[in-house]
């Protein structure tokens, strides 16, 4: 098997579509004759401030490109943004503003490199080309597909049968997002395989700029925490990229069994055979694999070290039911020491919260424990455990939810 074969079975692996079928050996062998590098893109409107790991499976994938030499270009959709991608709505997306896109695209750049190698990537905006556009280029664009081409795409038939609108503006999505792989010069694109419309009319809108149209590359979608829908940060089933150890852990650790192997072979490929042919004979438990799976993950993102010690605290908080000093992290609150806590305030202040009104929401749940005992009023005043520091401080144990706990000291010193 030669070189170039080997790459292209490789580079193959995981993949749910490499369409034309058989054609990435042929690009991968025109590139090596021209002596150059693949373009390989990959297109993410910046429409939620932060990565997760259903992005890391294509992101993965890039990462596999670059390590055999070639050059990803992640670009950063922020013209299209303004658009809102139709794949898979039921209804029309809502554009989001300039400032939104700006700096949530800011994020995005910083969080890419925790996968790829940062000196073989590109980062670019498609607003580079896309704002310079007149009125008449893009009326030129649009002539290069047709309506009846566009309706084919599930998710408008599916609302044209429904009698549910489609605005003008999400028919340019396609077309934009073609014409980027023509400023690019794009010879693969990446994407998930809800993408699949999308990346196929961009080897046509490169067809009619006198271009060799680009090798698509699907990859499978990752269902989020939930098991049902893929994983959106809209749908709150996520797991992200920055989010900290002890949340990441706790995340993976409540997905079910099933999911868990869905999981592994997305996101593990290479173990997932193993795990499975252990669980199947019975040499490995469940849990186990499970708890494996997370720290993984939290190794990835941050290191073997906080995934060692977040797999430590879940267990001593799960599966030994304590609450000891040693497994929950601590701040401490300098004085005076507060005879009333307005628990809103405070528990989005140190971060454990999104909002005032979650935690009101969570506390109907009767999912805030305070040393151990729900909560069933926004203001705590009940005594303070006796956790003394040295005399001066006393000190509590705030859960909120089954994945967040810190030991709060309140010290008058």
Same mark, same amino acid.
């Not at 081409?149 to 077309?175: A, C, N, Q, T, V």
């Not at 906080?306 to 267990?315: E, N, P, W």
């Not at 005032?356 to 999912?367: C, F, H, K, P, Y």
């Given at each position: ?24 050996? $042929? =690009? ?26 259903? #992005? &890391? ?26 658009? $809102? ?63 009846? =081409? ?17 605005? /003008? ?10 014409? %980027? ?5 794009? %010879? !693969? ?16 809108? *490169? ?10 590359? &699907? ?5 989020? /925490? %939930? ?18 150890? %002890? ?49 993984? *993950? ?9 995934? +060692?010690? +977040? ?29 009333? /806590? ?7 202040? +140190? ?15 009767? +999912?805030?424990?305070?040393?151990? !005992?729900?909560? &069933?009023?926004?203001?705590?005043? #009940? ?22 706990? =810190? ?7």
């Amino acid at each position: 098997m030669s070189s170039a074969e080997e790459m292209a079975r490789n580079l193959s692996a995981g993949v749910v579509d490499v369409l034309p079928e058989g054609e990435l050996l $042929g =690009r991968i062998e025109t590139a090596a004759r021209e002596k150059r590098p693949l373009r390989v893109k990959l297109g993410a409107d910046p429409s939620a401030p932060d990565l997760h790991l259903g #992005h &890391t499976v294509v992101l993965r994938k890039l990462r596999q490109f670059q390590d055999y030499g070639h050059t990803v270009i992640f670009l950063i959709g922020d013209f299209t943004a303004r658009i $809102g991608d139709p794949s898979g709505r039921s209804e029309t997306r809502r554009p989001l503003d300039s400032e939104t896109v700006r700096i949530n695209a800011r994020t995005y750049t910083d969080q890419v490199f925790k996968i790829l190698d940062r000196d073989r990537t590109e980062i670019r905006f498609n607003s580079e080309w896309m704002s310079a556009m007149t009125a008449d280029d893009v009326v030129r664009l649009c002539a290069h597909y047709t309506v009846a =081409r566009i309706l084919e795409r599930d998710d408008f038939s599916k609302r044209m049968k429904e009698g549910r609108p489609i605005g /003008i503006h999400e028919f340019l999505y396609p077309l934009v997002q073609g014409y %980027d792989s023509v400023a690019l010069r794009a %010879d !693969v694109e990446v994407g998930g395989t809800d993408q699949r419309f999308n990346l196929l009319v961009g080897r046509e809108i *490169q067809k009619a700029f006198g271009m060799a149209p680009q090798i698509v590359m &699907t990859l499978p979608l990752l269902e989020g /925490i %939930d098991g049902i829908q893929k994983m959106s940060k809209s749908l709150n089933n996520y797991v992200g990229l920055t989010e900290p150890p %002890d949340e990441i852990f706790g995340k993976v650790m409540s997905i079910s069994d099933a999911l868990m192997m869905r999981w592994y072979g997305v996101l593990e490929p290479e173990i997932a055979p193993a795990v499975g042919a252990d669980l199947e004979a019975g040499r490995l438990h469940p849990r186990e694999a499970k708890a494996s799976l997370a720290e993984l *993950q939290v190794a990835r993102f941050h290191d073997a070290q906080a995934a +060692a010690l +977040a797999r430590q605290r879940f267990d001593e908080r799960f599966s030994k039911r304590s609450l000891a000093d040693d497994f929950v992290p601590e701040e401490v609150c300098p004085g005076p020491i507060p005879t009333e /806590i307005y628990l809103p305030k405070f528990l989005v202040q +140190a971060g454990m919260a999104k909002s005032n009104s979650e935690v009101r929401r969570l506390i109907g749940q009767g +999912a805030i424990r305070i040393d151990g !005992v729900a909560v &069933t009023s926004d203001r705590y005043s #009940h005594e303070f455990s006796s956790g003394a520091v040295g005399g001066s401080g006393v000190s509590l144990v705030v859960e909120v939810g089954k994945r967040r706990v =810190r030991r709060f000291r309140f010290s008058s010193g």
